[in-house]
């Protein structure tokens, strides 16, 4: 069974060697809309934890937009991260799916109906194991992010290596925020698939 929050990204085989001098400078907009975005997000993981705590339910509405939320939070990060050259557009789809149209593709299942309350109510405790598992494994990316850099401006392509373990601590990132985001119950596995 697949978790249910999904992330992938469609590296090209080759990619213009300036790209990553300067693709985060390119987005900076994203960013600025992103930081805004995760305002955003932020208040609608409180008014959801309200929702759940007391009715068990998730709506539907409030899964969409925090799933746009962080959807827009990895288009950004991958576009900033020069792992595909496509700008990303300024999309505000509400949407549990992924619309599609970019080489992003971050998809989710959100568990609306017969929420777990207690563990919805301890979310901040039953995170904290999950969170540090993701902090370690994005730190680890975030070194070879550094090796890729190198390696994408001297040749013009990702070594896979590298580009795999990054793809897989993102979506480790995405895991932990979907679960975190109180989308879903279900626990982030620890696990690098």
Not at 90 to 111: I, N, Q, R
């Amino acid at each position: 069974m697949s978790y249910p929050a999904a992330f992938d990204v469609e590296t090209p085989d080759r990619m213009a060697n300036w790209r990553p001098l300067v693709q985060w400078l390119m987005a900076l907009p994203h960013v600025l809309v992103m930081y805004v975005l995760g305002i955003v997000g932020f208040v609608v993981a409180v008014v959801s934890w309200f929702s759940i705590v007391f009715t068990g339910k998730l709506s539907e509405s409030l899964a969409a937009t925090q799933s746009m939320v962080l959807r827009y939070s990895m288009r950004t990060t991958a576009f900033a991260g020069f792992l595909h050259e496509e700008f990303p557009p300024f999309d505000f789809t509400s949407s549990t799916s992924e619309p599609g149209g970019t080489p992003v593709t971050v998809d989710f299942t959100p568990a609306l109906e017969n929420r777990n309350r207690l563990t919805v109510a301890l979310r901040i405790f039953w995170l904290i194991p999950a969170a540090i598992f993701g902090a370690i494994v994005l730190f680890v990316a975030e070194i070879l992010w550094f090796l890729a850099f190198f390696a994408v401006l001297f040749t013009g392509s990702w070594p896979e290596g590298l580009r795999d373990f990054v793809v897989k601590a993102l979506r480790i990132n995405v895991r932990v925020n979907a679960y975190g985001a109180l989308l879903t119950d279900e626990y982030p596995p620890f696990a690098l698939d």
